[in-house]
């Protein structure tokens, strides 16, 4: 029996999306048409920084563009994030597209 998919939970949008297997957080958003804050996609340029409010996640680089304090602190690169369980981040920019 498969897993199912990990949802995202976006605060304080208050929407929930599914999170196919390999895809960031940001592209789940963007496919359920979110908008969240971006520019580069590959963990540089920090645009998409938010917090982590609960969950897990995984990083698609070795090192995104976070210091080890700001992740400490539940900061987080949705733009190469992948979900390891539900998450539920807090995104205060997001939009509806």
Do not use: F, H
């Amino acid at each position: 029996m498969s897993r199912p998919s990990p949802v995202l939970r976006i605060e304080p949008l208050g929407r929930d999306v599914a999170v196919a297997p390999g895809q960031s957080l940001l592209e789940a958003a963007l496919a359920a048409g979110i908008r969240l804050p971006r520019s580069c996609r590959n963990g540089t340029c920090r645009a998409c920084r938010c917090r982590l409010l609960a969950g897990a996640v995984s990083y698609r680089v070795d090192w995104p563009g976070l210091l080890a304090e700001e992740k400490a602190e539940g900061w987080i690169l949705p733009c190469v994030a992948v979900a390891d369980t539900d998450v539920v981040i807090d995104a205060p920019l997001a939009t509806k597209a």
